[in-house]
């Protein structure tokens, strides 16, 4: 069974942890390097990615979440968790930083006040069955990809999940609706059941 972390220093980590549980991982916190060191794959929650780029540098995470991300690690980041894995933000905060890892530019909370909080079917590759419910928060949109990166899902024309090897984001929170799919195919791909370009 493959033990998963999900970065605890803010946002919304109890849900991951569930929802990994029910997709038959063992799901833990990850709040210190020591704890990064011992897991076989992480998801970055949704939150606010300034404070967890912050809480990142104060923790002594980010240079480690950097080389195991460099080095393969399986990583799931939604929302705020997307953009903490762009190499480039489009409008990023002065001193937010991120950990990279897919080759895309994401724009931050990209779909606007009025409708800062939404919900939307999604079809995403890769995802049998029905399309999953897509929870929107102050979502951001993924601007563009680089050659290597996979659109896995579009809504209204704008990129809302991606994968780049073992890299994948969304920009919606499928830990807050009960369906574990997405969660699965990370767990997949922590496995090792679902190599890249396999989708
Ligand atoms: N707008 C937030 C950010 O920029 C993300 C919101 C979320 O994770 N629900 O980090």
Redesign the pocket.
Known sequence: TPVIGVLALQ??VREHLIALAAADAVARPVRRPEELAEVDGLII????????SKLAHLFGLMEPLRARVHAGMPVYG??????MLADKILDPRSGQETIGGIDMIVR??AFGRQNESFEAAVAVQGVEGAPVEGV?????WVESVGASTEVLAEHEGHIVAVRQGNALATSF?PELTGDHRLHGLFVDMVRGKDAPGSL
């Open positions: 946002g919304d929650p949704g939150g606010e990615s300034t404070t967890i939604t929302c705020a968790g997307m953009i931050r909370n929107f928060i102050r979502a951001p929170h």
